[in-house]
Nanobody
Framework: VQLQASGGGLVQAGGSLRLSCAAS????????MGWFRQVPGKEREFVAK????????SYADSVKGRFTISRDNAKSTVYLQMNSLKPEDTAIYYC???????????????WGQGTLVTVSS
């Protein structure tokens, strides 16, 4: 599986962005999909994840109520709608795919290349 993330950019605090992650291959629907983010010098942190059929989602406390993860299995794409953005959301965002709903960073099967989100104050 190859993952291609896009949609990052520069936005003012309070604004919105939608990230997309397109996957290659025909097995997209068999993977749990997620988003992580990383600031240089810090560990990569979990942001959100979504189950194989989209029926179950989970979010980091820091983004709950502001971010929404969704997926379109017909398009092999996962999305992250980010609203009410804050300067502390500034990071490189990575999409991830794994067979396990645990989606534990050290054990993830596939990573996308990352897309930079910058939120100005």
């Amino acid at each position: 599986v190859q993952l291609q993330a896009s949609g990052g950019g520069l936005v003012q605090a309070g604004g919105s962005l939608r990230l997309s992650c397109a996957a290659s291959g025909r097995t997209f629907s068999t993977y749990v999909m997620g988003w992580f983010r990383q600031v240089p010098g810090k560990e990569r942190e979990f942001v959100a994840k979504i189950s194989w059929n989209g029926g179950t989602t989970s979010y980091a406390d820091s983004v709950k109520g502001r971010f929404t993860i969704s997926r379109d299995n017909a398009k092999s794409t996962v999305y992250l709608q980010m609203n009410s953005l804050k300067p502390e959301d500034t990071a490189i965002y990575y999409c991830a795919a794994d067979k396990s709903y645990q989606l534990s960073a050290p054990n993830i099967d596939y990573w996308g290349q990352g897309t930079l989100v910058t939120v100005s104050s």
